[in-house]
């Protein structure tokens, strides 16, 4: 059973920074973060593949987040910038993507818990 944790969740101001890690027991996966604020639909946040050398973002977060993983500790990072109020959501690690769009999150096979992040104006 693969086991998928996530850390690095809190409060921060608006303009400020955190990172997320989220490790996955097992073998090496293409992974993603998702998001979901109250009342939304879970929304795809960016994806790195087995090896790091793909990765994509949304659209609203370019430019301010950057995934990475470290494939021998099996934790993958997102690296969060210029924190907006609208990023206030819980931050879903997900594994084993399984081909399609990276956006779906019917496509990944494991799920951690989550991580709240909270972003103050």
């Known amino acids: 059973q693969v086991q998928v944790v996530e850390s690095g969740g809190g409060l921060v101001q608006a303009g400020g920074s955190l990172r997320l890690s989220c490790t996955a027991s097992g073998l090496t996966f293409d992974m993603g973060w998702f998001r979901q604020a109250p009342g939304k639909e879970r929304e795809g946040v960016s994806y790195?593949?087995?090896?790091?050398?793909?990765?994509y973002y949304a659209d609203s977060v370019k430019g301010r987040f950057t995934i990475s993983r470290d494939s021998a500790k099996n934790t993958m990072y997102l690296q969060m910038n210029s924190l907006k109020p609208e990023d206030t959501a819980m931050y879903y690690c997900?594994?084993?993507?399984?081909?399609?769009?990276?956006?779906?999150?019917?496509?990944?096979?494991?799920w951690g818990q989550g991580t709240q992040v909270t972003v103050s104006s």
């Open positions: 790195i593949n087995w090896s790091g050398s793909i990765t």
């Open positions: 997900a594994a084993y993507f399984s081909g399609g769009s990276w956006l779906n999150p019917a496509l990944y096979k494991y």
